[in-house]
């Protein structure tokens, strides 16, 4: 159900939950101060309690308010990263509901950067928590009409185009690498809209010192194995190319009665490009009669820049060959 903003504000101080465009995926959002709509959130998603919400602020001052430190080494994130793509994980206040934090003592801070989403967050005057808004374990919508599909229009939702970058933010966590250093280690939980060189160049340039790694977060559920996944199989050609003479292995491995009929998911070659269009690729794919998506990894899509889109692609496969 597509509404416009005014209506979106008063559901959404009604108690209720409003799908929303951000620059990166749509998100359901929730007022962080009513324990009815976050509960809700869970339960339109199917989403376990113990996979925390991200919080969307409209400024830094407003994310600011929401933690109990807030590290030299976010200011400098924040200021080169917001509005935009980046999950910074933050200290909670300690009045923040545990529904949002799944009971860690840290929270996930963002300002999106898609105008709507920033007019919405102002006028609502509290932060929202949101998740992607899709059915838990799914492929995140990109457009207004994959919320519409993914709900059965149950949802309300407000329209504000296509999402620009087309995969969820980087979340990363920095810490001190002890307490007398000045040494920051910078934790990207989840590859995302901002690169790691983006994040290396924005340190360098304020003269931090850091190092930056790449750490699976039992913390981080989007991480799960299987997460992103279209309503159809999809297998991601690592090492090899794609054969029809795979077929009835795979055919028997997925233990699926129909005839499969191999689609490719064929990736733009700038990977912005390829970001933007992937999920709604995989929707469209998807949508035909017993496919089975194919993805081939090319050498030249290696570089770090490809990290996102692999990270998800990996996640979003059910067989890798
Ligand atoms: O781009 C995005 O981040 C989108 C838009 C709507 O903002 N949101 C999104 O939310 O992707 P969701 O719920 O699908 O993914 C949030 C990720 C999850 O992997 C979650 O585990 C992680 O962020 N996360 C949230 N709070 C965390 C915390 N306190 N510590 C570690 N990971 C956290
Ligand atoms: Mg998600």
Known sequence: ??????????????????????????????????????????????????????????????????????????????????????????????SLSPLITSGLTTVGLRVPRHPLALELLTKVGVGLAA?????????????????????????????GGPCEVGLESTVLRASLTNAQSNHWRIEILRPGGVSNAEIR???????????IKRTESVASPGHLKAHYQPTRPVILMKNRKWSDDLLPDIQRRLQLSEALRPVRLELDADPRLAARRLYSQLRQLAEKPNALIIVERKPEQSDESWDAIWDRLERASTLQI
């Open 201 to 211: 160049n924005a340190l360098s340039q304020a003269g931090l010192s850091f190092d």
């Open 131 to 159: 998740p992607s808004a899709n059915r838990f374990g799914r492929t995140s919508p990109t457009s207004a009409s994959h919320v519409e599909a993914e709900f059965n229009g149950e949802v309300a939702v407000l329209d």
């Open 1 to 94: 159900m597509y509404v416009h903003l005014d209506l979106a504000l008063q559901l959404l101080n009604a108690g209720e939950v409003v799908a929303f465009p951000t620059e990166t995926v749509y998100g359901l959002g929730g007022r962080i101060d009513n324990e009815v709509a976050l509960k809700k959130i869970f339960s339109i998603k199917a989403r376990p309690f113990f996979d925390p919400l991200i919080v969307h602020v409209p400024s830094i001052e407003s994310a600011r308010s929401l933690t109990t430190s807030w590290p030299p080494v976010y200011d400098v994130l924040a200021r080169a990263f917001w509005p935009g793509p980046l999950t910074l994980i933050c200290d909670k206040l300690d």
